[in-house]
């Protein structure tokens, strides 16, 4: 594309660095700020600034917090003997927004993936372990993880290594999501689903925080 | 939506004020600038904010432009006594892709709209007359403004105060798209396009800037 100014070429430039944004959607945007006024420009600028130079991350769950210890983690109402392991803190808010679970969050900050050359001395898995070691009273490591090969390697890799300790792991159901077709689910999905079948009563309820089904 | 963090919070809402962006993919470039490096987020706003605050408006045409007379105005390459009015410097970027326009170029900032409360004063209207005025050798005005009311507007007041000026003024054509099918176009368009159809040899004659055609 021809820019005819430097400067529009560098914000383009680094607006279709952003994921899902190409070289069209930055122009856009670029124009866009061009006709703000540039105290609301600035507000934009800082707003980001502030982020990467001021967010921190919660010393207990790793999840990101504007405090050392995050807002879930201090929350008295929530009960700490259940931490709930994720991969990112994106997971975290997806589950907050369901506000089915009352419980504490780890977050490891990546999956294992040799391919990738991630190993376990690259996630919070060590932490995990300190903090489930030290808390002493976790009855719960729940796993919500992702449904794929890394995803079940590194639930089986935590299992090993909380195996001496009292306590139930358990991960979340996998299954046909709501909406989803049973003719266009994946052979994996409907033989887990049929297998793990639940009884209707159980089905219907999805009360607040309730403990999962027994079938494990 | 809820998050952990203010500084997140912030971002998110900044975010999703630009065009074509909701809170879901707001959140989506902030969680990927947070696994950015700290110099490369830097990189982004100090672009933006270079953009906001260094940007001019070339004297003569209105295009943006790093210098007082933009690249295209002092291209002695170009046409001077060629002007093609539009309305926005996107629309100058856009001309330009096509590589099939060697004029100069004037760009209104709008276009008159009474309903919402834009009238000549607002526009680069007044500028484009002194500019042809004193010049004085222009040999064309080439209009291209959107196909709308408006538009239509703006090229009839535009013409109206350039009536006393012994220069041509042209409008881009108006027609049936490439790729565009028959059936689907609107009455207006598919009217137009017949009444201003053109003989076969001119059609496939597509060459780098030529004149426009001769009916009028």
């Known amino acids: 594309m021809i820019f005819s100014s430097r400067l ?11 994921p899902g944004i190409g070289k069209k959607s930055a122009l856009r945007m670029v124009l866009h700020l061009l006709r703000q006024e540039t105290a609301d420009v600035d507000a934009f600028t800082e707003a980001i600034s502030r982020l990467i130079h001021q967010i921190t991350y919660c010393r207990q769950c790793h999840n990101v917090s504007d405090t050392e210890i ?21 997971d975290v808010m997806a589950i907050e927004q369901t506000q089915q679970y009352n419980g504490h969050y780890h977050v490891l900050g990546g999956i294992l993936s040799p391919l990738d050359g991630v190993g376990p001395e690259h996630l919070n898995i060590g932490s995990l372990l300190e903090r489930v070691t030290k808390q002493g009273d976790t009855e719960e490591i729940i796993m919500a993880l992702s449904p794929t090969l890394e995803g079940d390697t590194t639930v089986y890799y935590i299992s090993r290594q ?20 049973l003719e266009y689910a994946d052979e994996m999905t409907l033989a887990r689903s049929i297998s793990k079948r639940l009884p209707v009563d159980n089905y219907v309820n999805v009360g607040p925080a309730s403990g999962p089904s027994s079938d494990s």
């Open 8 to 18: 529009i070429e560098d914000a383009v430039a680094e607006f279709s660095k952003l």
């Open 162 to 181: 909380l195996k001496h300790l009292p306590l139930k792991i358990t991960t979340i159901a996998r299954g046909i999501a709501f909406g989803g077709e």
């Open 70 to 90: 995050c807002s879930i983690c201090v929350n008295t109402q929530r009960n700490p003997r259940q931490i709930c392991v994720v991969e990112t803190i994106r």
